[in-house]
Nanobody, 125 residues
């Protein structure tokens, strides 16, 4: 069984920065791609960023490109999301998730099989 736990959320003013971390249990972490999603009240869960198993390939939603950076440390079973120049519209619960093996796309929640409980990020204007 895989467990994912996010940390690092909180309240920040617009223009500020936060760094989210996701700690994963299990010995197969390095075999899987990972992703960050977010869900604002009344909205669907949306893709934020993804990273492949080795960390040398990343993808971002257009809304966060140039402001957010995803990274991973396979030795520590962790994945991070550095969020800079935060905007009020970034306010949401942020989830890390493990991508299914052999999935065809990293942009949809259905392509991920394990999820963390989420971390609240609130950006005030």
């Amino acid at each position: 069984q895989v467990q994912l736990v996010e940390s690092g959320g909180g309240l920040v003013q617009a223009g500020g920065s936060l760094r989210l971390s996701c700690a994963a249990s299990g010995r197969t972490f390095s075999r899987y791609g990972m992703g960050w999603f977010r869900q604002a009240p009344g909205k669907e869960r949306e893709f934020v960023a993804g990273i492949n198993w080795s960390g040398d390939s990343t993808e971002y939603a257009d809304s966060v490109k140039g402001r957010f950076t995803i990274s991973r440390d396979n030795a520590k079973n962790t994945v991070h999301l550095q969020m800079n120049s935060l905007k009020p519209e970034d306010t949401a619960v942020y989830y890390c998730a493990r991508r299914r093996q052999y999935s065809s796309s990293q942009y949809y929640p259905t392509e991920y099989d394990y999820w963390g409980p989420g971390a609240q990020v609130t950006v005030s204007s």
